[in-house]
């Protein structure tokens, strides 16, 4: 079965200074992964996914993640925080079957950005 | 945003009683999920459906049923809350071939 390691249960960053979530998978195949946002009573947003290609992948405000296929892991990265980037970050392996995606989670790691 | 919808968006219920949470999608996916929440967990599924009344378990299922009688409506029941069942509850939908799940905005469930 597939599972999903973060680490870190919570950060804290200086604004403006640089973030690296980390994340660990563990899958017998390719795996598709996930980083999802959840900001406080809100559900999640997606920040940026993986399934192929070029294993450095682009996602919305300004985050970054690499695939490491000899290190199964799949960190997050931003170069500068926001104070709006507070909030809690889910790492997620996705299988696609007949049905459909479905998604095991790391446990998150809570995000605060001292200003 | 996807069109989701999940009603109630809280409630507290009494142990042994039981609860239907429902999730309403716009958007015409084929496949939706019941997750729940917990700290330290992180996010569970506890069931999913792959079509109209074709449904199957996820990871976290005993205590819990599912029903999908139209392609819009999934329905998670209770059918005896117990404390352990406090939770937040996500709904979330898929479609052919989809890698991204679009989540709802949650049902926080607290059962005294």
């Known amino acids: 079965a597939q599972s999903v390691t973060q680490p870190d249960i919570h950060i804290t960053v200086s604004e403006g200074a640089s973030l690296e979530l980390r994340c660990n998978y563990s899958y017998g195949a390719t795996p598709y992964l996930f980083w999802y946002v959840q900001s406080p009573g809100q559900g999640l947003q997606l920040l940026l996914k993986?399934?192929?290609?070029?294993?450095l992948v682009q996602g919305i405000k300004g985050f970054e993640a690499e695939f490491k296929r000899s290190q199964s892991s799949f960190n997050l990265r931003k170069p500068s925080v926001h104070w709006s980037d507070a909030a809690e970050y889910f790492c997620a392996v996705g299988i696609l079957t007949g049905g459909g995606n479905k998604l095991t989670f790391g446990t998150g790691t809570q995000l605060k950005v001292e200003l | 945003d996807a069109g989701i919808t999940q009603s109630p968006r809280h409630k507290v219920t009494e142990t042994g009683t039981p609860v239907t949470l429902r999730c309403h999608q716009t958007?015409?996916?084929?496949?939706m999920y019941w997750y729940r929440q917990d700290p330290g967990h992180g996010l569970r599924l506890i069931h999913y459906s792959y079509g109209v009344k074709d449904t199957d378990k996820g990871e976290v299922s005993d205590g819990y049923s599912v029903s999908r009688s139209k392609t819009e409506d999934f329905l998670l029941t209770l059918e005896s809350a117990t404390s352990s069942q406090t939770s937040v509850y996500f709904c979330?939908?898929?479609?052919?071939?989809?890698?991204?799940?679009?989540f709802g905005q949650g049902t926080r469930l607290t059962v005294v």
């Open positions: 993986y399934f192929s290609g070029d294993t």
């Open positions: 958007e015409n996916h084929r496949y």
């Open positions: 979330a939908i898929s479609d052919e071939g989809d890698t991204e799940a679009f």
